[in-house]
Each structure stands twice: as structure tokens, then as C-alpha cells.
């Protein structure tokens, strides 16, 4: 599913280990139906310290004699960022009472870079709402008051996390060796024509978001801080309507 908001949560764990390349396409189809498609890149190194930094937290855990927990959103963040074949294929598969299947799924290590490539079908994007994951990395569709439909994603950081302030020149200078690299380009494809967007890039029928640290940055504060929307044709379409976070 959808991987934009834990990459935002899983800033933090990006700054001190290493950088990450995500390409993530999202297409609708008129019966309500879609794909999504994920490539995504993230170096061995930095997984390796964030297996060291998990290793950690659960042995503080241990050493004070409270209980390991673990919430639903860490357990998504670690196996997005630490993705293992098995793993992600026992959770994919797990999503098939709600329709969903996986068309490929490929994890391999190339030139120090652990690799996923990754597409699944839905056939109900309300099924799809139903998905404990969808809480955290969901989008919400609804019809304005001309009856268009608005597609609406925000990436807004938890407020409770430790996340260093990038918006500060001097932290900014500081993490810049090791985000080089970093970039999330996220596409949008619609059932029906694009009437408006606030995308970088747009077609009739695509809206594209693009944040590249190397060409800005700033891109990861852009990135924390976007409101993906783009309003699109009802024309001949009847999609459920589905909303996440009260939107």
C-alpha cells in the first residue's frame, strides 16, 4: 500500500543511517478497482544499523523490566525499511480477503542496495479502506459539492516524534552528506480527466509529485509538509467514497 507518510515517519531512522529512493504509482480504474506499483531502494548499510538501533530499543526495553511492545505504525515503518522477501509476501498475502493480490514481488541486494520491486491489484477501493495499514498510509476520495471527485493524501510527521528540525539551516547542513540521494516521486493515474492539481507534473490523466534532495534540500521538508490533492471527472464514474483521518 501506500508508503509516502512512513516515509515521513521513518525520517529519523533515514538521516542517521543512509538515504532512499522511492517510486510509487497509484492507478484507479472506473470500477473502483486499481494498482499499485512500488520501486524502492535502501542501502544494506542503513539497514544494518537500524536492525542494531531495533536490537536496542528492545534490550533498553528488557533491562527495565517492562514488557516489549510494538505498535502497528513502527511495525510497518521497520518492515518497510528492513524488507524481507517472506515477510512482505506473508503480509501482501494477508490482504486477500480484501481483494487483494500480488502480481510481483521481487526483493534482491545489488551494489549494497537491497532492492523491491513490488505490484499488487485491489478490486474494491473500499475493501481496500478496511485495511489496518490503510490508518496510517491511506488516502482519502470524496465527491466535492460539483460532484467531481478529490483525491486527498497528507504527509503531516507524527508531533510526538524526535525527528531532527530540517528546517533548520545548520541541521539541514549537517544531514546533507548522508541524505544525497534521498528521493520520493509519487504518480497518480485517474479514471476520469484532471480538472486541477497541485502536482509538480500533470496530464489528462496523471498527477506526479516529485522530491529530490539533490536537486533541492529542502524536498524533505516539502515532502513532510505536502497535501497531495487533484480534483478529477465524475464523468460516467460511480466510485465509493472513502475518507481517512475525519477528511
Known amino acids: ?22 517510486q510509487e504509482t497509484l492507478t ?25 538501533m531495533r536490537k536496542l530499543q528492545e534490550q533498553m526495553q528488557k533491562f527495565s523490566g517492562k514488557p516489549i511492545t510494538s505498535n502497528e505504525e513502527s511495525r510497518y515503518a521497520y ?11 506473508k503480509e501482501l498475502e494477508s490482504y486477500e480477503p480484501f481483494g487483494v493480490k500480488i502480481k510481483e514481488l521481487k526483493v534482491e541486494t545489488r551494489n549494497a542496495w537491497r532492492h523491491v520491486d513490488m505490484v499488487v491489484t485491489f478490486n474494491d477501493l473500499k475493501k481496500l479502506s478496511k485495511l489496518e495499514i490503510f490508518k496510517y498510509v491511506g488516502f ?36 546533507s552528506p548522508i541524505l544525497s540521494g534521498f528521493q520520493v516521486i ?29 536537486k533541492d534540500p529542502k524536498s ?4 513532510q509538509k505536502t497535501k497531495f490533492v487533484t480534483i478529477f471527472s465524475s464523468s460516467r464514474l460511480d466510485l465509493p467514497e472513502i475518507r481517512v483521518n475525519n477528511i
Request: proline share 4%; with cysteine; charged share 25%.
Open 186 to 214: 509519487f504518480t497518480l493515474k485517474t479514471p476520469g480527466i484532471i480538472l486541477k492539481t497541485n502536482a509538480d507534473r500533470k496530464s489528462n490523466n496523471s498527477s506526479m509529485w516529485s522530491f529530490d534532495f539533490d
Open 79 to 89: 518492515m518497510f525499511l528492513m524488507p524481507c522477501e517472506k515477510e512482505l509476501r
Open 140 to 175: 482519502s476520495l470524496v465527491r466535492n459539492k460539483a460532484g467531481d471527485y478529490v483525491f486527498y493524501k497528507a504527509t503531516e510527521p507524527n508531533p510526538n516524534s524526535n525527528m531532527p528540525d530540517i528546517s533548520n539551516e545548520r541541521t539541514l547542513r549537517k544531514l
Open 1 to 22: 500500500m501506500k508508503l509516502l507518510k512512513l516515509t515521513t515517519i521513518c525520517m529519523l531512522a533515514i538521516a542517521t543511517t543512509g538515504c532512499l529512493k522511492v
Open 28 to 52: 484507479i480504474n472506473k470500477t473502483g478497482g486499481g494498482k499499485i506499483k512500488i520501486k524502492y531502494a535502501i542501502s544494506e548499510r542503513a539497514i544494518n544499523q537500524l536492525n542494531s
Open 220 to 223: 524533505i521538508l516539502k515532502l
